[in-house]
């Protein structure tokens, strides 16, 4: 039994001296290949347990400082816990633990802007003609299975997008939401504030990646006559027009 012990704990020593040891850059073939070619990992240095670098995503032209840290005792019993920070207000801050098929997010700070943000979901080229930074916020939230739990504050300030099929760019001012997780879906209230449109009305994403919106979307009172009724044409190619000036935007 003590020589079953000897070998376990020295495997456990040599893949930690490796994994301490194996450089930072290994992370961007991960990186790319789970983005699809998308993101990529720039200037990294360090190890795999503690390193920095730049996320970069070449289509936008964006770039955010990153680092990280891997806390080595908890891979003992299955799980990968650590933290990511920054150099700057505007670099994501999180920490994290992924185990058994959860996961816990806590203290998440996230800027970015928004069209780059789009393109690394993967968003149709339609829509990530976005103008505005995003900025998501979590104290707590979590994922186990199909649960969902926690909250999550989305940010979009100086919001801006292009109406489908014209050059028509509509102001959307500074774009609020808020979700709680409740079994299997993150559920709350959309809203804004300034802007050529008022926007009310819930969305709901799923552990799965499924979106609902149910809004409802009008011009702004005041805002110049020509104008309202060009983005009135645009929001009727994507929307139920109520007969009050209304329009309701349903996904899916």
């Known amino acids: 039994m003590r020589t079953v012990i000897a070998i376990v704990a020295g495997i456990v020593l040599l893949l930690f001296a490796l994994g301490v040891t194996a450089p930072a850059t290994l992370l961007d073939g991960?990186?790319?290949a789970a983005s699809g070619g998308r993101l990529h990992l720039a200037d990294a240095t360090g190890t795999l347990w503690s390193g920095a670098g730049a996320l970069c995503l070449p289509s936008a032209n964006a770039r955010v400082d990153i680092a990280w840290r891997i806390d080595a005792l908890p891979l003992l019993w299955g799980e990968l816990r650590g933290s990511l920070g920054g150099g700057g207000d505007a670099s994501p801050k999180?920490?994290?633990?992924?185990a058994h098929g959860s996961l816990t997010l806590r203290d998440v700070a996230v800027r970015v802007p928004a069209d780059a943000l789009l393109l690394a979901l993967g968003a149709p080229a339609a829509v990530v003609r976005a103008g505005g930074v995003v900025g998501v916020s979590s104290a707590a939230f979590g994922k186990s299975g199909d649960s969902l739990t926690g909250g999550v504050a989305l940010r979009w300030?100086?919001?801006?997008?292009s109406a489908p099929g014209t050059p028509l760019r509509v102001g959307l001012g500074d774009l609020r939401y808020d979700g709680t997780g409740q079994d299997r879906w993150l559920s709350g209230a959309l809203a804004n504030a300034g802007g050529e449109v008022e926007i009310t009305g819930t969305a709901a994403v799923s552990a799965d990646g499924a979106l609902r919106v149910n809004a409802a979307v009008r011009p702004r009172v005041g805002i110049d006559e020509r104008r309202a009724a060009a983005i009135a044409t645009a929001l009727g190619s994507v929307g139920r027009a109520d007969g009050a000036g209304s329009y309701a935007v349903v996904l899916p």
Do not use: G
């Not at 999180?94 to 992924?98: N, T």
């Open 157 to 161: 300030d100086n919001a801006t997008v």
């Open 94 to 98: 999180a920490s994290f633990a992924i």
């Open 30 to 32: 991960r990186i790319d």
